[in-house]
């Protein structure tokens, strides 16, 4: 089966570092999103992408999240400088209108 | 604004004892309801995408339906493996957005 990959599976660091989480979308999908699960809010979006364009990222604080998709295999979601309150598991999904989303297993972020 | 709502929050079930999951919805115009299932540690899977009222689809011991103001998830006759959180998401139309908002779950545990 195809799969989303997300790396790191787990992350703890420390307030203010720098965190870039990665995806490989499935080859051959059109649309990447970034969403955040937490206990709370549940799936919030953050971004997605269309053909490698960002359409949307009103989901994300500007001022420190960025998503990027450097090319069709790679797509970053980076946070600089991390706060305690972005810990939460950071989820990539890729896929199509007709077909639904696919989602990877997570990157499970703890900033101390 | 997109607003999911899904109850019960938590449902617990004996093995064979059939349930309805609700997923009510607010949105500007409905163009597709998705239903997911997540196990712990892991993403959302994809089940299941209705488009209009009257639509039904199953899978297995599942069946989700769908009307202009809600979607029910039927679990029929479950089995253990069936314990997991069920997520409802809604794709609304309006500035070609294909991001999904997604209720809060529904956290069913069958019982052996």
């Known amino acids: 089966d195809a799969r989303v990959t997300q790396t790191p599976r787990h992350k703890v660091t420390e307030m203010g570092q720098e965190v870039t989480m990665r995806c490989q979308p499935i080859?051959?999908?059109?649309?990447v999103f970034w969403y955040r699960q937490t206990m709370m809010q549940g799936l919030e979006l953050l971004a997605y992408?269309?053909?490698?364009?960002?359409?949307?990222d009103s989901g994300m604080p500007k001022d420190r999240f960025s998503a990027e998709m450097p090319d069709a295999t790679l797509a970053t979601l980076k946070i600089q400088p991390s706060e305690p309150r972005d810990s939460a598991v950071y989820f990539c999904?890729?896929?199509?209108?007709?077909?639904?989303?696919?989602f990877g297993s997570g990157t499970r972020l703890t900033v101390v | 604004e997109d607003q999911v709502t899904q109850s019960p929050e938590a449902l617990r079930l004996q093995e064979g004892e059939s349930s309805s999951l609700n997923c009510s919805y607010t949105?500007?115009?409905?163009?597709?309801l998705f239903w997911y299932r997540q196990d712990p540690g892991k993403g959302p899977e994809f089940l299941f995408t209705?488009?209009?009222a009257g639509e039904e689809k199953e899978k297995e011991r599942l069946k989700a339906t769908l009307t202009k103001k809600e979607s029910f998830l039927h679990i029929t006759a479950p089995k253990p493996e069936d314990s997991a959180t069920y997520l409802c998401?809604?794709?609304?139309?309006?500035?070609?957005?294909?991001?999904?908002?997604f209720g809060k779950g529904t956290h069913l545990i069958i019982q052996p």
């Open positions: 999904a890729s896929g199509s209108r007709e077909y639904g989303y696919t």
């Open positions: 080859l051959g999908h059109n649309t």
């Open positions: 992408f269309r053909n490698r364009a960002p359409l949307d």
């Open positions: 949105v500007s115009g409905l163009r597709g």
């Open positions: 209705l488009y209009s």
């Open positions: 998401a809604v794709r609304a139309s309006g500035g070609g957005a294909d991001g999904l908002t």
